[in-house]
């Protein structure tokens, strides 16, 4: 897969040369705190790293777990992730997840890519819905999907067990209509 461009990031395949800032990111309890994960060692980040390397390369892939870099610097700084319904349950909807190390935080890294994985899951993908389940003490995350567009659906309760705990999560959604509504000129391409 081509790289994708946003106005400040780069989001691409990840290699395994990245695992160090791969590790850096899902090690970090700054991060993962937001997560539906706890933070992952070195050898779980390998293991993690190889899997993503390993799915992106098969034709009928169930994800796009992208790199999520500077334009100006191949470093990967997060992580960007669609992941559309499978075509028995669900084809035309896909969940949005994405990561920026704390170290970035604040930067607007992570609209950018939240909004270029957006282009993508309506244009390339072409699915209808798109939605993202956020921790309700994530401001920062839930300010990004508004941002983009996003409308709030509703509550989750005990949705995701991690860092020893149960946690609720807010899902919020956009519609292809919405996306297309607020794009230059309808235009569904990032």
């Known amino acids: 897969m081509e790289p994708l461009n946003g106005r400040l990031t780069v989001l691409r395949e990840f290699r395994a040369d990245d695992l160090d800032d791969y590790a850096a990111i899902c090690g970090d309890d700054r991060v993962t705190d937001w997560m539906a994960f706890d933070s992952y060692d070195r050898a779980k980040a390998i293991e993690v790293l190889n899997g993503i390397i390993e799915r992106s390369a098969r034709p009928d892939r169930s994800d796009y777990m992208l790199a999520v870099t500077r334009r100006d610097d191949d470093h990967v700084i997060g992580f960007a992730r669609i992941a559309p319904g499978t075509p028995a349950r669900a084809p035309w909807s896909a969940k949005l997840g994405y990561a920026v190390h704390a170290d970035h935080w604040g930067r607007g890294y992570a609209t950018d890519a939240a909004r270029v ?8 993908l072409r699915v209808h819905r798109v939605t993202a389940a956020i921790g309700p003490e994530n401001e920062a ?12 659906e ?19 959604s956009i519609l292809e209509t919405e996306y297309a509504d607020r794009s230059p000129a309808g235009h569904l391409e990032p």
């Not at 995350?141 to 709030?152: L, N, P, Y």
């Not at 509703?154 to 807010?170: I, K, P």
């Open 117 to 124: 994985m957006l282009g993508f899951a309506f244009g390339t």
């Open 154 to 172: 509703g509550h989750l309760r005990d949705h995701v067990f991690t860092n020893g705990a149960w946690r609720d999560s807010l899902l919020y």
């Open 141 to 152: 995350s839930i300010a990004v999907v508004k941002r983009i567009g996003f409308s709030f």
